[in-house]
C-alpha cells in the first residue's frame, strides 16, 4: 500500500524559514516523481514545487519562485521542500503529492494526509 | 499560467440525481485534465485523468468528458458516499486547480 507521510509542519513568524519532509513507503520510490501541493481556505488547491525522479528537473510556482526549493533523497524514500522567506499568505496545509510517471507535471494519484503550516507573527 | 474556472461552486442534488459539473481552461491544454473528490479532513482522491480516463477502483457512474478548453465531470447516479467537494486540475503546463465544486445534499 503506497503511503506519504508528511511532517515538519508548525507555526513560524513571516520571514522565517521551515523544513517539510515527506517519507514514502509502499512502492519504488525512484520510479516516480513528486510534487508538493498545498491548500488553504482562501486559494484553493495551489501546485507549489514539482521533481523529476531522478531530481534532474525541477518546477515551482510564481508564487513561491526563489523563496522555496524541493529536493530528494531516493536513498531514504524521502521528499523535501525548503521554505524560506514564508509570508502570511504561505499558511495552508501542504500535502506531498505522487506523480505518476517520472516526471511531475501530471496528475497525483496518491496524497499524504497533508502537514500544516502557519505563518504569523 | 493556464487558469482553471469551475462551475458552479455549489451544487444541491439528491440521492439518484444525474450531477454535471463543468472546468473551463482559459487556453487549450488537449486532454491534460484529471477530477479529485475531497472530503472534510482527506486528501483530494483521483477519480478521471486524461480527461476521460477512470482511475483504477472508481465506481463506474462517474465518467468525465471533454477536450481544448471545455471538460465535465458527471455522476450518473448520485450515492450518498458521493457528497463531497470535487477540483478539476490541468497538468498541460505544470499544474493548475479549479476552485471546486461543492455537492451538497439538496
Known amino acids: 500500500e503506497v503511503q506519504l507521510v508528511e511532517s515538519g509542519g508548525g507555526v513560524v513568524r513571516p520571514g522565517g524559514s521551515l523544513r517539510l519532509s515527506c517519507a514514502a513507503s509502499?512502492?519504488?520510490?525512484?520510479?516516480?516523481?513528486m510534487s508538493w501541493v498545498r491548500q488553504s481556505p482562501g486559494r484553493g488547491l495551489e501546485w507549489v514545487s514539482g521533481?523529476?525522479?531522478?531530481?534532474?528537473?525541477?518546477g515551482y510556482a510564481d508564487s513561491v519562485k526563489g523563496r522555496f526549493t524541493i529536493s530528494r533523497d531516493n536513498a531514504k524514500s524521502s521528499l523535501f521542500l525548503q521554505m524560506n522567506g514564508l509570508r502570511a499568505e504561505d499558511t495552508a496545509l501542504y500535502y506531498c503529492?505522487?506523480?505518476?510517471?517520472?516526471?511531475?507535471?501530471?496528475?497525483?494519484?496518491?496524497w499524504g494526509q497533508g502537514t500544516l503550516v502557519t505563518v504569523s507573527s | 499560467d493556464i487558469q482553471m474556472t469551475q462551475s458552479p461552486s455549489t451544487l444541491s442534488a439528491s440521492v439518484g440525481d444525474r450531477v454535471t459539473i463543468t472546468c473551463r481552461a482559459s487556453?487549450?491544454?488537449?486532454?491534460?485534465l484529471a477530477w479529485y473528490q475531497q472530503k472534510p479532513g482527506k486528501a483530494p482522491k483521483l477519480l478521471i485523468y486524461?480527461?476521460?480516463s477512470l482511475e483504477s477502483g472508481v465506481p463506474l457512474r462517474f465518467s468525465g468528458s471533454g477536450s481544448g478548453t471545455e471538460f465535465t465531470l458527471t455522476i450518473s447516479s448520485l450515492q450518498p458516499d458521493d457528497f463531497a467537494t470535487y477540483y478539476c486540475?490541468?497538468?498541460?503546463?505544470?499544474?493548475?486547480f479549479g476552485q471546486g465544486t461543492k455537492v451538497e445534499v439538496k
Open positions: 486524461k480527461a476521460s
Open positions: 487556453e487549450s491544454i488537449s486532454s491534460w
Open positions: 521533481i523529476t525522479w531522478n531530481g534532474g528537473r525541477k
Open positions: 503529492a505522487r506523480a505518476e510517471y517520472t516526471g511531475y507535471d501530471t496528475r497525483f494519484d496518491s
Open positions: 486540475q490541468q497538468y498541460n503546463t505544470y499544474s493548475t
Open positions: 509502499g512502492f519504488t520510490f525512484e520510479d516516480f516523481g
